[in-house]
């Protein structure tokens, strides 16, 4: 019954997808926004000339590649002309596709995940998962010819494969997902550290047997148990015969690490193109940006007056330990934001009205949002309190890789790291989920309806110009 349910809202999402696809189409039949670069290059895979690149171009050609390998094959079943098949709206209806293969992925990782959890109904594993494919970043560009849909694809197949431990399949996926775009990297090596954690998990645990420690294991205190953690790591990193377990579970992920650290070298750095405008940085602030995302879309889990009130306990128990990390993050934010040029002359994107309307109001407005980004990170951590430590140590340095390098502030690059933490918090209640998908579906019709309504022109352009992500 599950299996026919999910079949049916698969087939619903799909329809409601495509009207919406056509409706976008007719308003905006050109290219629009970074689709002025995507579209002529796929345009030319299409027509069979690799060698043609467009320089400011600065991803790798996944996108075109897998574009060129379904169209192309359809053209010739059906006889259609170049100037058909490889339109911008067809090259658009490949992320539609990407958008179908997406839920499809979210649900059978929300059913991988949370196996175990009895309490859990197929209402809630089908909801969530059409809740997250309504994610509002990456619905909105599942409609337009960008890498998000496609890269999100082959990140999502990578953890899933991880999951199952074909760990082969899930390197050869990771490197479909570093050609859309070359900071999945990072998701590649979490997929390496969740196979890493789930071995350090069980050496812990049969290390606090060892020790009759489980009482303390269950009530810690933290300055003794992170000595006793960190002990733990170094005796089991010193020893020769489990990094030799480690690194045969891990080979496919190491490879394409090698392979990658390789790109770097050939290529001078990972962007491809034109790299003036994205320079790594130690961006720090962008950590808080994450949390505070995360708190607005998730504000149905994340949210309650218990919540606050266990927050607020919490900085009462510790208020040395708030203390200290507020001051570090004054430190961070004095000293590490960064306002790429970007962010403040292209008001196209909701971005620009955000950092204009609420951190350019006053200097010191950056640093009053302090206690906010405290709250909204021991949320965010609370929700992820029942994983293992060493899966939670690797999300998150593969969550600081994946933002804290960027000038740039773009919400496009927290949809991966936002999934795989929504898909691993306990499942939430049926009326939190439908919570949940009402305000994803509200952001989802306000967005496009600014992006139909909305428009304005500039005095240098002629072509329209819409609001969007």
């Known amino acids: 019954m599950e299996r026919v349910l999910f079949s049916a809202v698969v087939s619903s999402n799909f329809l409601a997808a495509s009207l919406l696809f056509a409706a976008i189409s007719r308003a905006q039949r050109g290219p629009y926004m970074d689709e002025e670069f995507h579209v002529p290059q796929a345009q030319r895979f299409c027509s069979g000339s690799f060698s043609e690149w467009d320089p400011t171009i600065t991803t790798l050609p996944g996108l075109y590649l897998v574009s060129t390998g379904i169209i192309k094959p359809v053209s010739w079943l059906l006889g259609w002309t170049e100037a058909v098949v490889c339109s911008t ?134 300055t003794e148990e992170t000595k006793k953690l960190g002990r733990f790591l170094l005796e ?112 196209r994107h909701y971005t620009f009205y955000i950092w204009k309307n609420i951190f350019q109001r006053h200097e010191m407005i950056k640093y009053v949002l302090v206690p906010a980004y405290i ?17 939670i140590l690797a999300y998150f340095f593969c969550l600081a890789a994946a933002t804290i390098p960027q000038q740039l502030l773009e919400f496009r690059y927290f949809i991966v790291p936002y999934l795989i933490y929504r898909l691993n918090i306990p499942m939430p209640s049926s009326f939190k989920i439908i919570a949940e998908l009402a305000l994803y579906c509200l952001v989802n019709v306000l967005t496009l309806y600014c992006f139909f309504n909305k428009t304005f022109l500039w005095p240098d352009r002629k072509d329209i110009q819409r609001f969007m992500w």
Not at 91 to 115: A, D, K
Not at 379 to 388: C, I
């Open 375 to 391: 709250f909204a990170a021991w949320s965010f951590v609370e929700a992820l309190k029942y994983k293992s430590i060493f899966w």
């Open 89 to 222: 709206a067809m090259l658009r209806f490949i992320n539609l596709l990407f958008n179908t293969g997406n839920l499809y992925l979210l649900y059978v990782l929300l059913c991988r995940i949370h196996q175990k959890d009895k309490a859990t109904s197929a209402f809630q594993r089908i909801v969530s998962a059409l809740t997250l494919a309504s994610f509002p970043l990456l619905y909105f560009f599942s409609f337009l010819y960008y890498t998000d849909a496609g890269s999100t694809f082959f990140i999502l197949f990578t953890y899933l494969m991880c999951l199952y431990e074909s760990h082969k399949i899930a390197a050869c996926l990771g490197f479909c997902a570093f050609m859309f775009r070359q900071t999945n990297i990072v998701w590649i090596i979490f997929c390496a550290g969740h196979v890493v954690a789930q071995k350090l998990t069980e050496a812990w645990k049969t290390d606090l047997v060892k020790k009759k420690d489980e009482r303390t294991a269950c009530t810690p205190d933290l």
């Open 236 to 347: 089991y990193v010193l020893s020769l015969k489990n990094l030799k377990v480690l690194i045969i579970l891990t080979w496919p992920y190491i490879i394409l690490v090698v392979g990658f650290l390789l790109f770097l070298c050939l290529n001078g750095g990972i962007v491809v193109g034109d790299r003036t405008n994205h320079e790594i940085s130690l961006n720090f602030p962008q950590l808080y940006y994450f949390f505070s995302f995360t708190l607005v879309f998730s504000v149905s889990h994340l949210v309650s007056s218990q919540k606050i009130n266990s927050f607020l306990h919490s900085v009462k128990m510790h208020a040395l330990l708030y203390i200290g990390f507020g001051i570090v993050s004054l430190l961070l934010i004095w000293k590490f934001t960064y306002v790429h040029k970007f962010l403040v002359a292209d008001n």
